[in-house]
């Protein structure tokens, strides 16, 4: 099993919504038991605030501002801590949106103050905080996907038909299950002896998607040349196929009467290149390719090309 990537992730994010939600009520008790700002030696920057509207009634002291800054930054944080502690993923979400209204929080001090460490660090915390939500978000949501080969009985009833799939996260995986199980077909899957899970397996699988190299894989366990009919499922990797996938179709070459293509991937365009490089790999001409755009486990379009687009 891989190792979780969202606890520690999360647990980063409890961190910041921590730090930010303390600190901002504890600077908040400071102005609403000293409005004039001297404990926390701020007194000297209420001129400052005159650009604020209605400036003359609510910046003559620390009030207004000590309760903004409360239900600002102060509670929400520290509500989406404490939602994520209790284990609700609506924690992460808001964990993520707070660190945007940080930012926000700095972008009116920038406005007011001149350029001061201060609020340039805060600005810096704020982004990583947002950084770590989004990242704790897609995290979850990637965990959350699972696809289970048990679920498609009607696989490998069909002897003439095989689907050959290489998959990271699972994506191409369960399109490649949900085609084999409407056509009966047998499966295969493609695996990679190179590194590919976690965040080190993605930054690896990048390299060789951006030199588009070949990626090292295991021996072809399957007769190909039995087979009439070929679908191969691939995910996209810097805008072309995938390395593994590459490296099986330089295998296969001439070994594979009929193909078609499924693409799977993040962006909404499709890509086929991909069916491109397949066909011109295998030695065939014109396979049709579908091209499926799919986000964390949610596929959101599909396009298909069909031969006769092609010819
Ligand atoms: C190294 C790497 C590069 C990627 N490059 C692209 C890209 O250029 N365009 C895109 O739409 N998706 C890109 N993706 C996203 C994958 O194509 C997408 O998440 C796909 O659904 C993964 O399928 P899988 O779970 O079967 O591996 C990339 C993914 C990786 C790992």
């Known amino acids: 099993m891989t190792k979780s990537r969202f606890t520690p992730t999360k647990r980063a994010l409890i961190f910041w919504t921590l730090f930010i939600g303390l600190g901002a009520v504890f600077g908040s008790y400071q102005m609403l038991t000293d409005p004039t700002g001297k404990s926390l030696q701020m007194d000297a920057m209420l001129p400052y605030f005159q650009k604020m509207p209605f400036a003359d009634v609510l910046f003559r002291d620390y009030i207004f501002s000590g309760i903004a800054l409360l239900l600002v930054n102060g509670l929400p944080n520290l509500l989406a801590a404490g939602l994520m502690i209790v284990g609700k993923k609506l924690g992460v979400l808001l964990g ?17 103050f001149p350029a001061n460490p201060l609020s ?4 810096v915390f704020g ?3 947002a950084i770590t939500g989004m990242m704790a978000w897609i995290f979850a949501k990637q965990e959350a996907f699972h696809v289970c080969q048990a679920d498609y009985p009607r696989i490998g009833t069909n002897h ?3 689907v050959v799939f290489f998959s990271r996260m699972g994506y191409t995986r369960k399109k490649a299950l949900e085609e084999a199980d409407r056509t009966g077909a047998d499966i295969y899957e493609v695996k990679a002896t190179e590194r590919t899970e976690g965040t080190l397996g993605f930054w690896w699988c990048g390299r060789y998607g951006m030199h588009r190299w070949a990626m090292p894989i ?19 990797w810097v805008f072309r196929l995938s390395a593994p996938m590459r490296s099986f179709c330089q295998a296969a070459s001439g070994k594979i009467r009929e193909a078609d293509y499924i693409l799977v991937h993040h962006q909404k365009e499709p ?9 011109t790999l ?16 949610d596929y959101l379009s599909e396009e298909s090309r069909e031969r006769s687009q092609i010819q």
């Open 96 to 112: 993520g949106i707070f660190g945007v209204t940080l930012m926000l929080w700095i972008c009116i001090q920038f406005w007011l």
């Open 120 to 123: 340039i660090s805060y600005f």
């Open 127 to 129: 982004f990583l905080q």
């Open 160 to 162: 003439n038909r095989l």
């Open 218 to 236: 295991e021996p072809i366990g399957v007769d190909l040349s039995q087979y009439a009919h070929v679908t191969l499922c691939s995910p996209i």
């Open 271 to 279: 890509y086929w290149c991909a069916a491109e490089e397949m066909d």
């Open 282 to 297: 295998l030695g065939l001409t014109g396979s049709p390719a579908v091209s499926i755009c799919c986000r964390e486990g």
